[in-house]
Nanobody
């Protein structure tokens, strides 16, 4: 059974930073593409970033230069470093893993106050 558990969300002022983590189990993590989506209140879930098995990364234009994704295959964990946060970054952040199907975590709330 695949499980993804996010942590690190919270409330921060605009301009601040947060680091999200997502620990995976039940999956060969090193062979999975992993990443993050987010969903703001009243909005559809949107892509934020991904990191492939070969460590190449993709970012939504809205977070380029501010967010950094990384992965630690030994710990089966993916991280999202979020800097220069803006109120529009407020959302529930979900990690996902693609490996013979897509798996989702339950999400962690990020609130950025102005």
């Amino acid at each position: 059974q695949v499980q993804l558990v996010e942590s690190g969300g919270g409330k921060v002022q605009a301009g601040g930073s947060l680091r999200l983590s997502c620990a995976a189990s039940g999956i060969i993590f090193s062979l999975a593409t992993v990443g993050w989506y987010r969903q703001a209140p009243g909005q559809q879930r949107e892509f934020v970033t991904s990191i492939l098995t070969g460590m190449s990364t993709n970012y939504a234009d809205s977070v380029k230069g501010r967010f950094t994704i990384s992965r630690d295959n030994a710990r089966s964990t993916v991280y999202l470093q979020m800097n220069s946060l803006k109120p529009e970054d407020t959302a529930v952040y979900y990690c996902y893993a693609d490996r013979m199907g897509r798996y989702w975590g339950r999400g962690t709330q990020v609130i950025v106050s102005s």
